[in-house]
């Protein structure tokens, strides 16, 4: 599967190659064999050598730097100073939990489905306050799933501590954070899965905890939560053959709409709030791939209502220039759309559309959406896919936005009518 996101995969060796931790160097000299070995396994062996070079000299300058610290400060201090740091981090935290209201908070959202089946998966925490400690329950979450979508325990704690450090934004950035936390992730969950089942898709299910994350605090801790993000990476792969005979795969993640929160409207057309998933932009997509973006704007009326509106998602339209490609999509937030906070509206779902030229008539162009998971899509020269991204969820009752910003955004395209129910 180009791209190494497989939405149909069962195990992990479905996924891509898998590489135990091995020295890449050893004594200041590269191992030849295992870069030979990636690069017999990548369809574009001269980008994976960049890739690699570029990942070498960071951890080469990265090691520079530390020796600079350490030169100058002792390992001692520095030592002393990180764990000073955690138990402030751990004192801030306990303190910040100790101002909300002891209650337990029942909370479910969804995915979509897990690539092989299409039946939804729950995704459901029971949060419990009490004095400066909280709990954090997932034991109402579905099983483990046959398709990509499974995260292990650990990668559930780092999307929580991720939601964490949005909520209570003051506290420093460190292990400390999770010491007054307790986490309850039984073993069977789809939110702690061992090798092989597949976590190719690990992203969706990252998105989605931290929206329930936002959705548990927002009665406790309304000053500090937004409505839910965009909820997925949108990773859209099409591929193939130039002229030439060289191989092309374009591999990009896209952008939508961030949630209302308590000082304003949810951003428009951003990147999801984890750092794999960075819009790429689409010059540099159009100079490397025989594509073409027909459109790439801000998608009307897609923002949740409320008080503060959520962002609003993105429409893509990509025209093939080559005689033929293969594309796939995995993507979520195709069947449940993206919750707003404290009464506001839900964003609009994300749709895909493929398949149809520039004089097609308006009911093909407009075919009704496809699950937001989907392989095997074949393309000829001049046809094209939409992809039109969710929106984030809104802020409060959207009776209270005031008409003035309702103007506005009718003056910016934002949206189509001022009327808020």
């Known amino acids: 599967m180009p791209g190494n996101y497989n939405p149909e995969a069962t195990e992990s060796f479905q996924e891509g190659i898998l590489i135990p931790p091995v020295k890449l160097f050893k004594r200041g000299q590269i191992n030849q064999d295992i870069v030979d070995i990636l690069s017999a396994n990548s369809r ?112 559930t704690i780092a999307a929580t501590y991720v939601a964490l450090k949005h909520i209570f934004t003051d506290v420093p950035a460190n292990a400390g954070v999770l010491k007054p936390v307790e986490f309850i992730i039984p073993e069977d969950s789809f939110l702690s899965v061992r090798a092989p089942k597949p976590v190719g898709g690990y992203t969706e299910t990252i998105l989605r905890l931290i929206d329930v994350i936002f959705q548990a605090f927002q009665n406790s801790a309304s000053d500090k939560v937004n409505g839910c993000a965009y909820g997925t990476i949108n990773a859209l792969s099409l591929s193939g053959y130039r002229k030439n005979g060289s191989r092309w795969v374009m591999f990009s993640f896209f952008g939508g709409g961030h949630g209302g929160h308590p000082d304003g409207d949810g951003l428009n057309h951003g990147n999801a709030p984890i750092s794999t998933a960075t819009i790429p932009p689409l010059e540099i997509l159009e100079a490397a791939y025989p594509v073409q973006f027909t459109k790439w704007g801000l998608r009307p009326d897609s923002g949740g209502k409320g008080k503060h509106r959520g962002g609003l998602g993105a429409i893509y339209e990509i025209e093939l220039l080559e005689e033929q490609a293969n594309a796939f999509l995995f993507g979520e937030r195709g069947k449940f759309a993206p919750k707003g906070v404290l009464e506001g509206e839900a964003g609009a779902l994300n749709q895909f559309f493929y398949g149809y030229k520039a004089d097609d008539p308006p009911e093909k162009q407009s075919s009704p959406p496809l699950k937001s998971k989907i392989t095997g899509i074949s393309l000829k020269r001049g046809q094209r896919v939409r992809l039109e991204t969710p929106g984030g969820g809104g802020f409060g009752r959207a009776s209270e936005r005031p008409l003035e910003k309702l103007n506005y955004d009718l003056e910016q395209g934002y949206i189509t009518e001022t009327k808020n129910d």
């Open 44 to 155: 574009l062996p001269n980008s994976l050598y960049g890739d690699l070079n570029g990942q070498i000299n960071a951890l080469d300058l990265g090691e520079e730097r530390l020796h600079s610290l350490l030169d100058e400060y002792t390992e001692e201090n520095i030592s002393n100073a990180l764990k000073e740091l955690c138990e402030r981090a751990e004192k801030m935290m306990r303190q910040n939990i100790k101002a909300l209201p002891n209650e337990t908070i029942s909370i479910e959202d969804y995915l979509d489905n897990d690539g092989v089946t299409d039946d939804p998966l729950t995704l459901a925490v029971d949060l419990t306050i009490k004095n400066d400690k909280m709990v954090i329950d997932f034991s109402r979450s579905s099983k483990a799933c046959a398709g990509p979508v499974n995260i292990s325990k650990s990668t």
